[in-house]
């Protein structure tokens, strides 16, 4: 792979435009005129999740490759990303849907330490590359192993959590990540006037609440995401979750439901009637797998002290 260019930037959306403009003239640069707005769309994409899940600094690099330009996004969280819900009207995991769709090849991996890297390959004409992956092979491709970030299995324990609903559970976690998604935008718009936040108080303070804890407990939420989705693709009705946590994503877990219930509570006031109502709707499936991971790990904890 021979390098183009790269830049680093800050976690701040008023750099949207520098980024694109650095993507499309590295990728004319390299004779790809007639993908540069294929390559900016796709970048953007992996540049906002890298706003709104690393909260890090992050850096694009744009390199030739073999018929192509291979353009990258590396920040500093270890989370890989988990490519998009099965949800037509799902806001979150859609970015990751279209760079799938529109790339010759995509994929994540950790690395360079503390992160990751997630990137998206174009070549000069449309590819179909991905067409001869099933859906099971996409899903196992984000739903890397815990080990490299985790430092080790024996630092893990293994969790069963039989029979849940898949489509009650997927739709659970979609509503669940549009409204962090939400909620993070909020946040950065809100850094970016200090002074004169345009949100009231208690909005911001319920979205820095949740998007804390959801980040906290961000491998739980990716592997019940991600074996969700897998089994909706294999047309099973239930699924049983085998999760694999350390002792320490109990307590985070259950910050992250008290979070959740207490935003369901608050949701009246601080934001529109029907998010509420769908956060209702869900509190008995998120009751379910969060009180299982929380009993099983506290229940570990003392036996590891």
Do not use: C
Not at 175 to 185: I, N, V, Y
Not at 255 to 274: H, I
């Amino acid at each position: 792979m021979s390098a183009q260019g790269s830049r680093r930037y800050p976690p701040d959306p008023a750099i949207a435009g520098s980024v694109r403009a650095f993507v499309a003239d590295s990728i004319e640069r390299l004779g790809l005129a007639t993908r540069s707005d294929d390559a900016v769309l796709l970048a953007g994409e992996l540049v906002t999740n890298a706003m709104l899940h690393a909260h890090s600094e992050f850096e694009v690099r744009v390199a030739a490759v073999e018929d192509g330009a291979r353009v990258e996004v590396v920040d500093d969280s270890s989370t890989l990303p988990m490519a998009g819900t099965l949800s037509a009207g799902a806001l979150s995991g859609r970015g990751l849907m279209l760079v799938q769709s529109l790339s010759t090849r995509w994929g994540a991996h950790l690395g360079p330490e503390p992160g990751k890297t997630v990137w998206f390959e174009l070549s000069t004409s449309m590819a179909d590359a991905a067409a001869d992956d099933d859906l099971d092979s996409l899903l196992a491709m984000w739903d890397g192993p815990l080990d490299a970030a985790s430092g080790g299995a024996s630092e893990l324990t293994e969790l069963v959590i039989p029979d849940l609903p898949v489509q009650r559970l997927i739709a659970a976690k979609t509503h669940m990540e549009d409204l962090l998604r939400e909620l993070q935008l909020i946040l950065l718009d809100a850094d970016a006037h200090p002074h004169s936040p345009p949100y009231p108080a208690s909005l911001l303070a319920l979205a820095q609440r949740l998007s804390s804890v959801a980040r906290d407990f961000a491998e739980g939420r990716r592997q019940v995401k991600g074996q969700a989705l897998a089994a909706a693709a294999r047309g099973q009705d239930v699924v049983t979750l085998h999760l694999r946590l350390p002792v320490t994503a109990g307590a985070a877990a259950a910050r992250y439901r008290q979070a959740v219930d207490e935003a369901t509570r608050l949701a009246g006031s601080v934001l529109p009637l029907a998010t509420a109502a769908v956060l209702r709707d869900h509190a008995e499936i998120r009751a379910r797998y969060l009180g299982a991971i929380t009993d099983r790990l506290a229940a570990e904890g003392p036996r590891q002290t």
